[in-house]
């Protein structure tokens, strides 16, 4: 079995280093033997998508938004709305969550329009929604408790067909008002959750690997791991929350 995994953006979309979350995916394929690859696809890098299973996006501050539009438009937006119709396995975070949606409008009314893979548009307030938080996963996104921390200013509303990743539990979220958090669409994975996602929260990790496994092989089980370390630093974070 092989992963082809493609980091998209990873020259303006890596905050907090997201980009962990790439290397927590890597490290547990491998410690399961499983084979995978990781492709960086910057600003003005023509490759296409497809052949790949997962697509990672992070998060980028407004400014690194607008200055992706045009390279977004190029193209890649009709790409990256196949890939997610056709099954592909994203996880996308805060400023590339917003960015799969049909647009941002900054606190200062500056429009970003994205690309509407996923039916959701956020609008920036004034007030930044900080700090460390927790959700519930909906069961259909595997129902585990997910600690994470976010910063965003923009406040992200979805569409009325369009699942929540998860249930806030303490936090933002989404808007900080209707509760939720988070997208799941077909094998997408939206999130304001930042960082170290993956490494704190190992069942996300591997539901997330299973789903692009599953749709390249049919079936996938996954080993178990030795997580202790992992949920040492999860449940003291929750416990904190
Ligand atoms: N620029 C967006 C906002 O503040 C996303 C920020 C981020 O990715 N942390 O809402």
């Known amino acids: 079995m092989e992963l082809k995994i493609c980091h998209m953006y990873p020259d303006v979309l890596n905050l907090y280093g997201d980009r962990g979350n790439v290397i927590c995916m890597l490290k547990r394929l491998e410690w399961r033997g499983i084979e995978a690859s990781v492709t960086k696809l910057p600003i003005g ?3 296409s998508l497809a052949g790949f299973d997962l697509v990672f996006i992070g998060g980028g501050q407004d400014f ?6 045009s390279d977004l438009h190029r193209g890649k937006d009709r790409e990256i709305r196949a890939a997610v119709e056709d099954g592909v396995t994203f996880l996308a975070i805060c400023g590339g969550y917003q960015m ?3 647009y941002y409008e900054t606190f200062d ?12 548009y956020t609008k920036g307030s004034v007030k930044r929604m900080i700090g460390n938080y927790k ?4 069961p259909s996104a595997g129902g585990s408790i997910v600690v994470g921390f976010e910063n965003h200013s923009g406040k992200t509303w979805l569409g009325s067909g369009l699942e929540p990743l998860g249930k806030l539990l303490s936090g933002y979220g989404n808007n900080g008002e209707d509760g939720s958090e988070g997208a799941h669409y077909k094998n997408v994975f939206g999130t ?5 996602l993956l490494p704190k ?5 591997d539901l997330i690997l299973k789903t692009a496994l599953e749709r390249k092989y049919g079936s996938a089980e996954l080993p178990p791991l030795d997580d202790s370390f992992e949920l040492l630093a ?4 929750c416990a904190k929350l």
Do not use: T
């Open 109 to 120: 009314g500056k429009r970003c329009d994205f690309i509407g893979a996923l039916d959701l």
């Open 64 to 69: 690194e938004q607008q200055v992706l539009l």
């Open 100 to 102: 799969l949606g049909s």
């Open 192 to 196: 304001y959750s930042h960082g170290p």
């Open 45 to 47: 890098d023509s490759r």
């Open 234 to 237: 999860h449940d003291e974070m």
């Open 201 to 205: 929260n190992p069942e996300l990790c």
């Open 135 to 138: 959700f519930q996963c909906s």
